[in-house]
């Protein structure tokens, strides 16, 4: 990888650090070849800081690190794209991203499982169904998964698209319950999926 750092006066080229799984953009930070090097062979993201004068490794003093996952460069040579796994916030005020936003995946279906994780550990059964659900053991969920898909196939012989997609949208929802209860999530399948796909 050849970076064209002499594009730039004072020799630091843009990195841009994006989270490896939910595709979060977590900040932006300047790096000269000696800190690209360090990044690459210490696996942890470090950046030349202008207020310091030195090479600065993103949670030296918070232990909030950034691992590095994988590095690209753009077709201009003179930007780094960083994926890494954040251990932690990343902006100094505390939030997850220096764009005070919320590191979470922006697909619905991610969202709702970090909302069923959430329930299942924190709520109580008596005013979420969720966690009912989870307290009642993996039997019941499996049960109501069979129940749901039985619901889904009588309605698919019907004619009531609104009633179909309900009990489409129930299985899904139960689905995710299941495999949260299993010890899996959706991008578990996904990659099975996509393995398929590949051959």
Not at 50 to 62: A, D, M, P, V, Y
Not at 107 to 114: P, V
Request: glycine letters at 6%; proline letters at 2%; one cysteine or more.
């Amino acid at each position: 990888m050849k970076v064209d750092f002499k594009k730039y006066s004072d020799g630091l080229a843009p990195a841009i650090v994006q989270d490896n799984q939910t595709s979060k953009v977590l900040m932006l930070g300047f790096m000269n070849q000696e800190a690209l090097d360090r990044t690459e062979k210490d696996g942890k993201v470090t950046f030349f800081s202008r207020s310091k004068g030195r090479l600065w490794t993103k949670g030296e003093e918070s232990g909030n690190f950034l691992l590095t996952k994988s590095i690209a460069i753009d077709c201009d040579q003179d930007t780094l794209l960083i994926k890494a796994e954040p251990l932690g916030p990343v902006c100094h005020t505390g939030a997850d991203t220096c764009w005070d936003e919320k590191n979470h995946r922006e697909d619905f279906l991610a969202n709702l499982e970090e909302i069923i994780q959430e329930r299942k550990l924190h709520a109580d059964p008596e005013g979420s169904y969720v966690a009912k659900l989870f307290s009642k053991g993996l039997n019941k969920i499996a049960q109501k998964v069979g129940e749901e898909a039985v619901e889904l196939v009588i309605e698919a012989k019907d004619h009531d698209d609104k009633l179909f997609l309900n009990e489409a949208a129930d299985l899904l929802f139960h689905y995710l319950i299941l495999l949260n209860a299993k010890g899996y999530s959706l991008q578990d399948v996904t990659d099975i999926l996509k393995t398929r796909h590949n051959k």
